[in-house]
């Protein structure tokens, strides 16, 4: 039991390294391309419009869209700051604040399932997590109810925490453990099907532990489905970035030169 405890607890450790792996690299890439940005549209670009209102030089349409753009970034910058320092200030506070108000604290949990391509992996990485648990304990000879009730503790999203419990009342109700989880919508159809399979057979802890490991194989899938797509298309967006910045800063001194000539 030690063993599969350890296995289960290295498999989510592994899949955690590659899921920070596939983010890190483009959220560096967007970082450094974006302070690039602000630093030249703040520091770099300030210095040289007054040369060109004083040499009369009209300025192009990029270039007067990136003064633009920092007009209207000024106050937005200044905000995230704030935010950002109101949050490490206040983060003891926001935490307990937010823990004193389960509903509150359940919606906030649902965001991580809604966002696009990152939701999908988010809810396999929680629905292994909750079946590999559900296993261990049930061949250990916990019962079923018990075992709802200690993973409540370890399935890391109140949201799903709070369904997990709604099932454990449901089955001490007498429902089915199918119908517990499909009711309290635990589950994915596929995997309510196998489990299903599980409980007619008497091999509920088997049934968990293999769909448990179908879902870490779709997880490992997806990241490197994730990691092949985001990496091009995050050097195609720094590439839009880096050229509008160029035209915009090289089409002035251009016009400049051509008013000498």
Avoid: W
């Amino acid at each position: 039991i030690l063993s599969r405890l350890a296995d289960a607890l290295e498999r989510e450790v592994e899949l955690r390294k590659r899921l920070i792996s596939v983010i890190t690299y483009p959220t560096v890439l967007l970082i450094v391309c974006l302070l690039g940005t602000l630093g030249f549209m703040f520091f770099v670009l300030p210095t040289l419009i007054p040369l060109f209102e004083d040499l009369a030089v009209e300025l192009p349409l990029p270039t007067k869209i990136l003064l633009a753009s920092r007009e209207a970034l000024l106050p937005v910058v200044g905000l995230v700051i704030l935010l950002i320092i109101l949050y490490f200030t206040l983060r003891d506070r926001i935490s307990d604040y937010i823990h004193s108000r389960p509903m509150l604290e359940r919606r906030l949990a649902s965001i991580p399932f809604h966002i696009p391509v990152v939701g999908v992996v988010y809810d396999k990485l929680v629905t292994a997590r909750v079946l590999y648990s559900l296993s261990t304990m049930l061949d250990v000879g916990i019962t079923l109810n018990q075992a709802l009730a200690r993973t409540e503790v370890t399935a890391g999203n109140a949201l799903v925490s709070f369904r997990l419990g709604k099932a454990r009342m449901d089955l001490a109700d007498g429902v089915g453990v199918t119908d517990c989880f499909r009711m309290n919508q635990l589950f994915s159809p596929s995997a309510l099907y196998l489990i299903s399979a599980g409980e007619e057979s008497a091999r509920l802890a088997e049934m968990f532990a293999f769909v448990a490991k179908l879902f870490d194989e779709d997880v490992e899938y997806a990241l490197q489905s994730a990691s092949s797509i985001l990496e091009p298309l995050i050097m195609v967006v720094m590439g839009v970035i880096v050229g509008f910045i160029t035209i915009a800063a090289a089409l002035p001194t251009i016009s400049l030169l051509q008013n000498f000539t």
